[in-house]
């Protein structure tokens, strides 16, 4: 694999190769390299999960991440996004992981020499997320196929609902999309439904979080309103089938997608999902930068 940049340029035998790799390196059966390899995580958006599990699968891997902070590099200079990247690929850098607020900026990196693992754009793609999320499910049921999944918040900005949608259809699984009018993405592939009436035949349902970066929520909904409304709480909670579970690729707006108690309830995975990102990506990093000899 040359790069991983979306979902949509993955075939199924891709995906689980990655998945099977992560869920053995989660059993402890893997080996760090033993020559150097390096990589810079440029991240151009805030982050917590997504950067400290790359952080932590590189250290596991024994892979060194070069030290790189767009608030003390070039690009308060004016430097371009390619001249940042090449400068870090002329330096010795192995791979990039980089997040970015611009859809597709990947698009401008073609001249490239070396591998580009995205971290997320605008609200284009996640891969890595959204291998993450494949790797719990299947952990779960251990298997895709004939799953029913529900997906369900912000689907207009959330490039998780996209990459997600385009894996799951892909491997076997029904995807519906469930979102307030507003947030509804008129092009999406996936069918809508209202949340209460997928919820007692759903395997899996995925929430997503409220983006108050991207839009003004406060002028939509008070926190109480989208609760009752679109998220999970007890209510619909007690109409879940047996087996199925909640996820969520967090941050979590605690009593807005999802209600205080039950983000850490019997049927949550939402904090194993941030475990698992640490292996999605360990995987990953042996994908991009070869097998360890």
Known sequence: ?????????????????????????????????????????????????????????ELKMNVT????????SSVSKGETLYDTCKTLESLGADALVIRHSEM?????LTGLGIPVIN?????????????????????????FRGLNIVIAGDIVHSRVAHS??????????????????????????APYTELDEAIGNADVIMLLRVQHERHDVAAKFTKE?????????????????????IMHPAPVN???????ELVESERSVIFEQMRNGVFARMSVLQEILGSVE
């Open 225 to 245: 309103d989208y609760n009752r409304e679109y998220g999970m709480n007890p209510a619909r909670y007690g109409r879940m089938k047996e087996g199925a579970i």
């Open 65 to 72: 991440s070069i030290p790189f902070d767009v608030n003390y």
């Open 164 to 189: 997600n949608q385009q894996a799951l259809e892909r491997l076997g699984a029904d995807v519906r999309f469930a979102a307030p009018p507003e947030w509804v993405d008129h092009d999406a592939a």
């Open 119 to 143: 971290a997320g754009d605008g609200s284009g793609s996640h891969p890595t997320q959204s291998l993450l999320d494949l790797m719990t499910i299947y952990e779960r049921f251990g298997t």
């Open 254 to 260: 605690r009593g807005v997608e999802i209600s205080e």
């Open 1 to 57: 694999m040359d790069n991983l940049l979306s979902m949509e340029h993955m075939d199924e035998e891709e995906v689980m190769r990655l998945i099977r790799r992560a869920l053995e390196m989660k059993a402890g059966n893997y080996m760090p390299y033993q020559e150097p390899r390096y990589i810079a995580n440029l991240f151009f958006e805030n982050s917590t999960r997504t950067k400290t599990s790359f952080e932590m699968a």
């Open 104 to 108: 597709e900026y990947y698009g401008q």
